[in-house]
T-cell receptor, first 110, second 113 residues
Framework: RKEVEQDPGPFNVPEGATVAFNCTYSNSASQSFFWYRQDCRKEPKLLMSVYSSGNEDGRFTAQLNRASQYISLLIRDSKLSDSATYLCVVIRYGNNRLAFGKGNQVVVIP | EADIYQTPRYLVIGTGKKITLECSQTMGHDKMYWYQQDPGMELHLIHYSYGVNSTEKGDLSSESTVSRIRTEHFPLTLESARPSHTSQYLC????????????FGSGTRLTVV
């Protein structure tokens, strides 16, 4: 089983709609969680950290569910510029290994 | 502006050639990493370093080697390139505290013919 699992999609979203997707992780010792955004043929860029209490950054909301070992990302009022692949990233405490999911591809449609 | 720089951006090279991919960062980060990513696939860690003279192999077996003689510089070398090495190579760095996330370079897209 992969350490980080994501449904690659694509998630086709009408402009202005809300889209949400999850990422599951297999190692309960995982301690730090992030969402990265990667545009086509570009490097990943940090979108937001994910905190246990959940956190929001503008139209983006991230949640962590330790009991079920998943994190989620919700995008409200989708913009065309939100079209990208969203990578779930998990860091295991202690060995500092960073594990990436394959990404959720989001396509915002006018 | 970028704080972590990778060169070259694109490289096409013949089989058997020796190549070095450069990565430099100006943030004073102790931790640096090399990832390999094929199109549409996840990133795989191939090497990492926690400081000068410290290098470790990552999760994905790689025929490349790395060195860390200076904090800001983490080059990756392939002694004899093969077509199977064709991929995108991404360098990243981070602070000691993992919860600040990673900063990635723009990547080197390598094609071995």
């Amino acid at each position: 089983r992969k350490e980080v699992e994501q449904d690659p999609g694509p998630f086709n979203v009408p402009e202005g709609a809300t889209v949400a997707f999850n990422c599951t992780y297999s190692n309960s010792a995982s301690q730090s969680f992030f969402w990265y955004r990667q545009d086509c043929r570009k490097e990943p860029k940090l979108l937001m950290s994910v905190y246990s209490s959940g956190n929001e950054d503008g139209r983006f909301t991230a949640q962590l569910n330790r009991a079920s070992q998943y994190i989620s990302l919700l995008i409200r009022d989708s913009k065309l510029s939100d079209s990208a692949t969203y990578l779930c990233v998990v860091i295991r405490y202690g060995n500092n290994r960073l594990a990436f999911g394959k990404g959720n591809q989001v396509v915002v449609i006018p | 502006e970028a704080d972590i720089y990778q060169t070259p951006r694109y490289l096409v090279i013949g089989t058997g050639k020796k190549i070095t991919l450069e990565c430099s960062q100006t943030m004073g980060h102790d931790k640096m990493y090399w990832y390999q990513q094929d199109p549409g696939m996840e990133l795989h860690l191939i090497h990492y370093s926690y400081g000068v003279n410290s290098t470790e192999k990552g999760d994905l077996s790689s025929e490349s080697t790395v060195s860390r003689i200076r904090t800001e510089h983490f080059p990756l070398t392939l002694e004899s390139a093969r077509p199977s090495h064709t991929s995108q190579y991404l360098c990243a760095s981070s602070e000691i505290q993992d919860n600040y996330g990673y900063t990635f370079g723009s990547g080197t897209r390598l094609t071995v013919v």
